[in-house]
């Protein structure tokens, strides 16, 4: 009997998938819905009987995951057919068993884990140079923000067909050359320069000290202005006496830098893979002028030679020490930018190459630029099959499933190495001929390529390549090299084709030609490049043209591209929330009405200017199912509303911000009530509400842009060799405070809506926290350098949450925190926190204050005083502390890098030295004013 039961079963499983596959757009109108529950046979009984939305019947491509019905389903056939085997009764107990295991002992995916078991041992070293741009070349160069910017961009293009650019300029910032504006008032250019050093000598660069620039450019310019519209600069000579002093100086300071549309711009540097991409794409595009014309390129240069080390090679980040990845882009990118091949910075880099091995040894990414550069074939680059694409849905692995950034990525890249564009005149640009004998150590022609595709220097190794997938990778070398398999892959590669040039156009119209980020912009240009023929005078290639100004910036160090088209709306949503709590908000009621009207522009797809614009049609559920998007519909980016992403903790952040605004400053309520500022009506908080709701993963917590939709395992096959943990999108303990505080905050304002599944996923939110909580009481920071920031989000998502103050997680996190106070009452930490996954034993040794940064500090008086930690001795230690290192302006100094992703990357915030000393002071002396009060 039992051969009939397994057929039934295995029938009943078959019949599961093909029934879920077929209701996976039923209905519609419900995709990404999640019924309420904890785990799944209460979210079963929810789907089954609760009010409300229950989700997508079968396969939901926004989750990831088939509906609970499928899930009980597929859970009964395979228990039916271990029963029907010998194993019978006991085999389905061991199977239970399994499942509750992996659901329930087993570390959640989103854990980070521990320290790395090898640590970093190098450091950057660099020339003891001053570098200096020149004053005529500076003077010429002027940040542009908002209407101005897209001003500037229509007369750039003026009379070239196709040109259009579309979204709202809310938040836009651009560098464009051209006459000053002279400011209404004489200005001091001397006190400028003072004010915008940031501690610094004037316009002066050197690595050696600090490799992160300080903007001094660009805070010169708003300081000019400011101070040319007849403001008042912070008095230089006084000193605050108490924390409050303190706080409403540093605010005084900041308050000039804001741009008039609001936000706070700044740079968003770092990486030094992200500029030579755009570099490659420029040259092989025939270096068109209104993509990067003269004045940038120099400026380029300028950025590549300043920030070569000492041993010739350049990091993959500004404070990384030097790479093969890291130095052979920035090599490629200084000999296209037109620096001779004997020239002493060349000659250099070449050397570092040689002494590892040359390009051979590095990280794919690289080698993926060289192939479409004609310095590398592409038998020498790994397999990206666009035709992985087309498979269910539903597969265990698809591309769909992988972490958005991820996807966005190698979504361009399957294209072009489907496609095997290579730049068309490889074959007789000296150039090109050149950098085949300047980048490796044998002769280009005898190189068996093919055999080269997995190797890699020691330096760039960050994540090794795993075992099954290397030898995944060499079965799709021979799927594309076997003869007998090329029918079969011409085929559906032609189709693959097909949706992966379809799946670009979307995404470009989706968030204005912006895309999602450098690297996929670049290639989604060069993609459509290559779809029009390689005509560079294509209306789409012209609209992307357009937008790369948006990730270009200048500052003391040259010009750079950025990580993102900025980090407005984040800065500015965190300022704010800094203003309110040191109880600033109506003391500066400009910034306050300005920041109002940023956040009320740049909600995503909520104002009539981004809802004419095309990506409003791609929010249809038909749409986000075909492209694997999430909800964007009253979410807050990461950057501007144009850019059309939205992330769970810029949401948070975002909706904190406004709620602080609407709730505590007489300003904005002045304004609302005589209509000189726009409302967010109640709609629009609504449904940024459903946007913080829809972010809530499986674990309880929230990850970054969507749901997670894949599964631990897929970091056994990341390809990327220099990144960690990029495959799915995880939950992250920033994330989840960011988005939980919010809905907290938000229910505290409207306690109608939707009410029991916010306190539901709060009470999941809150859980997830402490499951991620390491057992010394710290949180890994996945965002920033890292457990000062860490321990903060940790710390305040569960006070905010309903957590006790006596709690055994409060207390750990706390005394974790007090156990790294340094002798000089601050905290500090640099990359290597992140990149070891282990508190830095030095501190910021290399760029801050005896081991001391006021960021980290500032981290960690802003996570004690939010659990009421009875340790004042720290707390006021810590306070000192940021007071001793306010300069005289009200400014801090910027010291080391603040900013990392993908564990080995690091990326600058020059806000943070300004916004969360600020938001400590205030915190401080909310929580502890009597002993904050006192003078200090």
Partial sequence: MTEPISITFLGLFVATIVVGHSLSKTPLDQLGQRPMGRELWSWFFHFLFSYGGKGILGYDSSLGAWSPLVRVMLHISISGMIF?????????????????FIHHVLPIASHPGGPRPHKIQRIPKFPNTVTTLPEKSVSQWRCLVAEESHTETKRKFEGVPGSQISGEACGRQMWGTGPQVKP?????????????????????????????????????????????DGNIAPDMK??????????????QFYSMLQTEDGHWAGDYGGPHFLMPGLIVVWYVMGKPEKLLNEEQTQMMIHYISVHQQTD?????????????FGSTLMYVALRLLGVDKDDGRCQKGRAFLEEYGGALMTGSWAKFYLCLLGAMEWDGHNSVPCEMFLLPNWFPFHPGRLWCHCRMVYLPMSYLYGSRFVYSEAETDPLI??????????????????KTRHMVADLDNYSPIPLVMRVLQNILARYETWSILQPFKNFVRSRGLKFASDYMAAEDLQTNFIDIGPVNKVLNMLSMYHAAGNDAAAPNVVRHLMRIQDYLWLAEDGMKMQGYNGSQCWDTSFAIQAYEEAGLLDEFPLVTSRAWAFFERTQILSTETSQSSPAYQYESALNRDKYYRHLSQGGWPFSTSAHGWPISDCTGEGLKASLALLQHSATIKEGLKSEKLLPLSEVRLQDAA??????QNEDGGFATYENNRGFGWYEMLNPSEVFGDIMIDYSYVECSMATLTALADFHRHDPTYRGPEIKHAIVKGRNFLKSIQRPDGSWYGSWACCFCYGCWFGIEGLMKTGEKFDSPSIKRACDFLISHQRKNGGWGEDFTSCYDKDYASKGMDAYGDEGSGVVNTAWALLALSAAKCDNKDAIKRGVMYLMKRQLPSGDFPQEGIAGVFNRACGITYTAYRNVFPLWALGRCTATYGDILMEKL
């Fill in 84 to 100: 029907s085997t010998s194993a019978g009764t006991i085999g389905v107990l061991l199977y239970g068993i399994l499942c509750y």
């Fill in 184 to 228: 209404k008032k004489r200005v001091d250019e001397k006190l400028v320069s003072q004010l915008a050093a940031g501690g610094r000598e004037p316009k002066g660069f050197n690595p050696s000290q600090n490799p992160n620039s300080c903007d001094q450019i660009f805070r010169a310019q708003q300081i000019r202005n400011y101070l040319g």
């Fill in 238 to 251: 006084s000193k605050p006496q108490t924390a409050k002093e303190a706080a409403r100086k540093a605010a």
């Fill in 312 to 324: 010739g090679g350049w990091g993959t980040h500004i404070e990384s020490p030097s790479t093969v």
């Fill in 433 to 450: 001929l050149s950098l085949r004998e300047e980048l490796y150590v044998q002769d280009y022609n005898t190189i068996p390529w093919i």
């Fill in 690 to 695: 459903d946007v913080c709701l829809s972010f």
